[in-house]
């Protein structure tokens, strides 16, 4: 299995330009988890999906935030407009919804945004 | 919610047996403890779950005591490559947010 994909790897951006980052979870998982990374606060999760609908987006920072799941092989996470204090790892992660199912993350996007 | 305790970090040597103590005093009944693994760069990875008393896998062991208060991850002979973060998570996905969220984790160093 080729795990949980990730795109792009990085990505650099100016201030108020729209970000679109892009998460192809392992196939059959039906759990599916955007988290956010930076070294002041730790992972945080920021929403996650089952069977491709919205579960909790209440750690989605503001509305600049919004994230979609149209179907079981894909999810974006966008921001727009994006502000330096975005800069972060943002990471997906899926999962198969049964009792002891770890999470299964990507490898990230390192965002910088200037 | 079911917070969960660490130390911040850890020091340890090459060949030595590491034991990290995660405490969960508010653990429900029906919560696993999972333990996950951070590498510079990448995302966290699985490393072992457990219910009770003692799971081992061929990375690691975790030690659960009866009243599931705690866990412990042991990791035998470590090497430099398993310099790290390590989390504790309890719960699991029906538990919703509160069995997701990563603590601050340990960072273990080990030295040559």
């Known amino acids: 299995d080729a795990g949980v994909i990730q795109s792009p790897r990085h990505e650099v951006t100016e201030m108020g330009q729209e970000v679109t980052l892009r998460c192809k979870p392992i196939s059959g998982h039906d759990y599916l988890f955007w988290y956010r990374q930076t070294m002041m606060r730790g992972l945080e999760l920021l929403i996650y999906?089952?069977?491709?609908?919205?579960?909790?987006d209440s750690g989605m920072p503001e509305d600049r935030f919004s994230a979609k799941m149209p179907n079981a092989s894909f999810s974006t996470l966008k921001i727009q407009p994006s502000e330096p204090r975005d800069s972060a790892v943002y990471f997906c992660?899926?999962?198969?919804?049964?009792?002891?199912?770890?999470?299964?993350f990507g490898n990230g996007t390192r965002l910088t945004v200037t | 919610l079911a917070k969960t305790t660490q130390p911040i970090s850890m020091d340890s040597y090459e060949g030595q047996e590491v034991n990290i103590t995660c405490s969960h005093n508010?653990?429900?009944?029906?919560?696993?403890i999972t333990w996950y693994q951070q590498f510079p760069s990448q995302g966290p990875r699985f490393i072992i779950q457990g219910y009770k008393t003692k799971v081992t896998n061929e990375v690691a062991s975790l030690f659960i005591p009866a009243d599931r208060k705690s866990s412990t991850l042991s990791l035998p002979r470590v090497s430099l490559s398993d310099t790290a973060v390590y989390y504790c998570?309890?719960?699991?996905?029906?538990?919703?947010?509160?069995?997701?969220?990563f603590g601050s984790g340990t960072r273990l160093q080990v030295q040559p």
């Open positions: 999906f089952n069977n491709n609908v919205p579960i909790d």
């Open positions: 508010n653990i429900a009944t029906n919560d696993y």
């Open positions: 998570l309890v719960g699991d996905i029906s538990a919703g947010r509160r069995a997701l969220t």
């Open positions: 992660a899926s999962s198969f919804g049964g009792e002891v199912s770890p999470l299964h």
